[in-house]
């Protein structure tokens, strides 16, 4: 019965291990059996945290475009530990990063065609903030896309 109610877990979607442990305690399958089933799943390759991280990430960021301090909030709330999180996030290639958010600005930016500036400004801040980009990168991609939308130089906006 435990088996089978972790194969179902696993159908369509890879979990993290903490994941898997949550489902079979809220089905009632006492810990000691839940974790020598974990167990034997990993020995197997069917629970593995370090790929449902590197899976996790990859696909965030492509559907989502969400930045490393998003994504890495989300593992923790799946029950990743800090350090295969990291090993993850070190895969992200920082150029995509800030290309994912230049895609964000890009594509908010045509919702914003009667605003000033500033109003400008301030919503695709937030929205970049939202999706866990540093304020650095935020900025100075917004400045960018801003004056490109315009057509002025994005030091003079």
């Given at each position: ?73 989300e593992l923790r709330r799946k029950g ?78």
């Amino acid at each position: 019965m435990a088996r089978t109610i972790l194969l179902d877990a696993l159908t369509g979607q890879a979990r993290s291990r903490r994941e898997l442990r949550a489902t079979l305690r809220k089905k009632g399958v006492p810990d000691e059996i839940a974790e020598r089933l974990l167990d034997r799943f990993a020995e197997v390759g069917l629970v593995d945290d370090e790929a449902f991280a590197r899976s996790w990430v990859e696909s965030r960021q492509r559907s989502r475009g969400l930045a490393r301090r998003a994504l890495a909030q989300e593992l923790r709330r799946k029950g990743v530990d800090d350090e295969t999180a990291r090993s993850a996030l070190d895969e992200i290639d920082p150029e995509r990063e800030e290309q994912a958010a230049r895609e964000l600005v890009r594509k908010k930016l045509r919702s914003l065609g009667g605003v000033d500036h500033a109003t400008a400004t301030r919503r695709l801040a937030g929205l970049l903030a939202r999706k866990g980009y540093p304020a650095g990168m935020a900025f100075g991609v917004i400045r960018e896309e801003l004056g490109e939308a315009d057509g002025t130089p994005y030091d003079e906006v």
